[in-house]
């Protein structure tokens, strides 16, 4: 009688367990929605014409190699959503961005893993 409530614990533990992981990965599944709805929400904040300070409100730059006529841009919660940003310089000569320079083309919002240094 010992073991066949052993085993009737054992059965119950496991069913309760089971079901607060599933609750757990449908909570965790909705955050993740959450994160990339609002990504999307974001993106499509970027305009053609807007300055690089707009980018720079909903997006930071991705690591690597970056250039002051183009860069990649992660969402600031989920690093593995980017976008790959073209821009017209406000100062040609300068080597470093601006945050006058001007978005000249925009790339979909796309999952890759981020740049390391």
């Known amino acids: 009688m010992a073991v066949s409530i052993r085993i009737s614990a054992v059965v119950v533990l496991l069913a309760v367990l089971s079901t607060a992981a599933h ?5 965790n599944s909705e955050t993740g929605c959450q994160l990339v709805e609002q990504a999307l929400q974001n993106y499509q904040q970027l305009k053609v014409g807007l300055p690089r300070s707009d980018v720079t409100r909903y997006f930071v730059l991705d690591g690597g190699m970056q ?4 860069a990649r841009y992660v969402d600031p ?3 593995n959503l980017h976008v790959d940003v073209e821009f017209e310089l406000a100062k040609p000569d300068s080597i470093s961005p601006s945050p006058d320079d001007k978005i000249k ?3 979909k919002l796309y999952v890759e893993y981020p740049a390391k240094d």
């Open 67 to 70: 250039f002051p006529s183009s």
């Open 105 to 107: 083309g925009i790339s």
């Open 23 to 27: 609750k757990s990965d449908q909570a």
């Open 77 to 79: 919660r989920y690093k």
